[in-house]
């Protein structure tokens, strides 16, 4: 086979013939870096037979077992366990808990066979670890191995059933003249490891490093060849952990599951909602308290608002934990529809936590939590509010409407503000629960800044 060079960007997989400073597919810079690649292409599996057509009615439809990890946090996330015969990428950034989580896993495994690969950490490092998480399982094996050949033989010799690879960008085939986490090496490893789990039925997972440098081959090369992604988020400063699919052959993506960081490994948080309100009892201007939905899990959240006189030309905006065109929208319909003009102001917003939402539902929030800071007037107390907000100003109904009562009114809240087409349909009343429906904004604002 013929070796030619090409650049390949580390962050997203990109090629090109020659370096570019910029990549122009996923717009990160200084990401091209010189790999040799064989010619003729992807290299494909060996055809053993040719596969004809048969009838989709005939296709058989064994139910395969799942395999349920023991942390009911995970098994939510994946959808009620790992699928036989897969690969499982778990992302996130350095130091998140990645190898706490999938050591915890395999400790809790009894019935099968656990592989435990290491080309981080040496055997004795993780040894400690397995004691500091205070337990030690008697049948789980260790392999420190960064050679991909070397790796799938274990597996094979071992027959596990189970496999954690940690990490995908320590794996290395010295068959490829690439350096070991190239996109080159990673991309070989998870190809060879998806074709390895097909046949042998293990379910492999995989842990990836994400850098914000995107230095290290990152995980968006290998979306699309493994089965699912979980990932891994928290900001440091908060033990709290988010897994979440964001890729899932066999379930649902839009699961979350909650862990907390302790001193003996990460802790399950089945009912997290309060951890992401600040434990103020007097409400201060530019907070605001939403009941948002993410999967099926309703969770009551603080979004705080600061809009402050701009020093400069150009103000500046941002926001972490939402999405940034929702803010702009926002900020656009609270200026036309609203009169409330922000040209002037630096606006900086944010989640409570360190948690990312993608449930619409926490437009109102966001709308009021600025209004807020902008009229320095505090939201009153036990209050929240849930709505998507539409471009002419109006409060649009949202999903699963009882689900976030329940919620709110769970965690004390005493006050709701919803939109009037939810609060139409409603089968949940509560003498504790003030429901006020909302229309438009614009009422909300009179009701809530007389
Ligand atoms: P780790 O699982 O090594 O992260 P990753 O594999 O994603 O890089 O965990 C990293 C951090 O977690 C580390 O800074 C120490 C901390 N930690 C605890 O707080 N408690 C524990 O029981 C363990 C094992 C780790
Ligand atoms: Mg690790």
Redesign the pocket.
């Known amino acids: 086979m013929k070796a030619r060079t090409v650049y390949i960007c580390q962050n997203c997989g990109a090629t090109s013939a020659r370096w570019i400073g910029r990549c122009p597919v996923c717009g990160e810079w200084d990401t091209f870096v010189e790999e040799r690649r064989e010619t003729g292409e992807h290299r494909s599996e060996p055809q053993t037979k040719a596969a004809s057509p048969t009838l989709l009615a005939e296709v058989g439809s064994q139910k395969t077992e799942r395999l349920r990890s023991g942390i009911g946090e995970l098994d939510r996330v994946t959808g009620g366990g790992f699928v036989p015969g897969t690969l499982t990428l778990l992302a ?10 999938l050591l915890q896993v395999c400790a809790q495994l009894k019935a099968i066979q656990a592989l435990y690969i290491s080309g981080e950490e040496s055997l004795e490092q993780l040894r400690l ?1 397995a004691e ?2 205070g337990t030690l399982p008697p049948t789980l094996l260790v392999l420190a191995e960064t050679e991909l050949e070397a790796v799938e033989q274990a597996i094979l010799e071992a027959q596990a059933q189970f496999v954690v690879i ?1 990490s995908i960008q320590t794996l290395h085939s010295p068959a490829l003249e690439s350096p070991p986490g190239s996109v080159t090496q990673v991309r070989e490893a998870a190809l060879r490891l998806q074709r390895l789990a097909k046949q042998t039925g293990s379910i492999i997972l995989a ?1 990836g ?1 994400v850098t914000k440098e995107g230095l290290v081959a990152g995980p968006k090369v290998l979306e699309h060849i493994v089965d699912t992604v979980l990932q ?1 988020e928290g900001e440091v400063p908060y033990a709290y952990r988010v897994l979440r699919a964001v890729k899932n052959r066999f379930g649902p993506t839009h699961e979350l599951g909650f862990f907390e ?5 990460l802790r399950e948080l089945p009912n997290p909602s309060v951890l992401f309100l600040s434990n103020d009892t007097e409400m201060e201007s530019g907070v605001a308290i939403a009941t948002v939905l993410e999967g099926t899990r309703p969770l009551v959240v603080e979004v705080q608002a600061l809009v402050t006189p701009s020093a400069y030309a150009v103000p500046q905006r941002s926001i972490t934990g939402y999405d940034y065109r929702r803010l702009q929208m926002i900020m656009a319909v609270l200026e036309r529809r609203l009169g409330i003009g922000l040209r002037q102001y630096d606006l900086f917003a944010n989640i409570v936590g360190g948690l990312r939402l993608e449930d619409p539902a926490l437009d109102a929030a966001l709308a009021l939590a600025i209004v807020s800071s902008y009229r320095d007037i505090p939201l009153p107390p036990q209050t929240a509010v849930f709505g998507e907000l539409g471009l002419t100003g109006e409060l649009r109904p949202v999903r699963l409407p009882e689900i976030r009562l329940r919620e709110a009114h769970r965690i004390g809240i005493r006050r709701l503000l919803l939109p009037k087409a939810n609060a139409e349909a409603l089968s949940y009343a509560s003498p504790e629960l003030e429901l006020i429906p909302i229309e438009r904004l614009s009422l909300a604002l009179t009701l809530l800044f007389p």
Do not use: E
């Open positions: 996130g950034d350095p130091g998140v808990g990645k190898s706490t989580l670890r500091r998480l940690d842990i490093h891994f960081m302790t001193a003996s490994g």
